[in-house]
């Protein structure tokens, strides 16, 4: 499985910034969205081109565009739409296909509660966007639901990820590539990561 932690020194620093106690929720809306910039610049690195010949100021000219039906970006409700505007600012064009899962907070079960996906998925490339991988119950549903919708290329950006939850992502679904600006530590026992970011959704809503 294709795992990237992206160590580009901006990632760093911006992620160092995020994990400060008491960051306001401006901040940490801005950082969210500049790494995830960051990291979908690093995953789409390998996506394919076509060459054209187009009208230039000069005449005709050879010019290359990205292959293939428009890519999907998955922003997992609500934390993932913190990512959104970092994704878009790289790909303006893309579709945006939104589902809803929430982890129970004793179980920590993902309890799914909102679908709606971008049609021809068997056709695109999708963009998983959600700022933490902890015990990866929540990207393994979303997975489900692309898989079952036709797709079959499937990246991930997260802003932290737990080392137990890569392990269990890459046992349930080994084909997609995960890119994240830290491979964290571990999880405690109330499933958060450390030393993580708290509670990403709470920070970027401004929530509690
Ligand atoms: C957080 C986070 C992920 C999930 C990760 O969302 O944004 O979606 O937990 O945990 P997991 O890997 O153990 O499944 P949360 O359920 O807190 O919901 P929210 O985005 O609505 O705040
Ligand atoms: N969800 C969060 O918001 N933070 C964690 O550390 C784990 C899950």
């Known amino acids: 499985m294709k795992i990237v932690e992206v160590r580009h020194p901006l990632i760093r620093h911006k992620l160092g910034l995020m994990r400060r106690a008491g960051i306001s929720t401006k901040e940490f809306r801005e950082l969210a969205s500049e790494v995830a910039s960051l990291l979908t610049y690093e ?49 303006p064009s893309a579709k945006v296909g939104v589902v809803g899962l929430q982890r129970d907070e004793h179980t920590l079960q993902p309890v799914a509660y909102y679908e709606k996906l971008t049609g021809r998925m068997d056709e695109r490339i999708a963009l998983i966007v959600d700022p933490m991988l902890a015990t990866a119950g929540t990207l393994i549903a979303t997975v489900d639901m692309l898989k079952a919708a036709g797709c079959t290329r499937i990246k991930g950006l997260f802003l932290v990820a737990a080392p137990e939850g890569l392990k269990r992502i890459e046992a349930a679904h080994p084909d997609i590539e995960i890119y994240t600006a830290s491979i964290d530590e571990r999880l405690n026992e109330q499933g958060y990561i450390l030393p993580g970011l708290g509670d990403a959704g709470d920070k970027i809503f401004g929530t509690k």
């Open 43 to 91: 995953a789409t690195q390998d996506l394919e081109l076509v060459e054209q010949t187009i009208e230039g100021w000069a005449g005709p000219v050879d010019v290359q565009r990205i292959k293939g039906k428009k890519i999907t970006i998955v922003p997992i409700l609500r934390a993932g739409i913190g990512m959104l505007p970092g994704v878009l600012e790289l790909i």
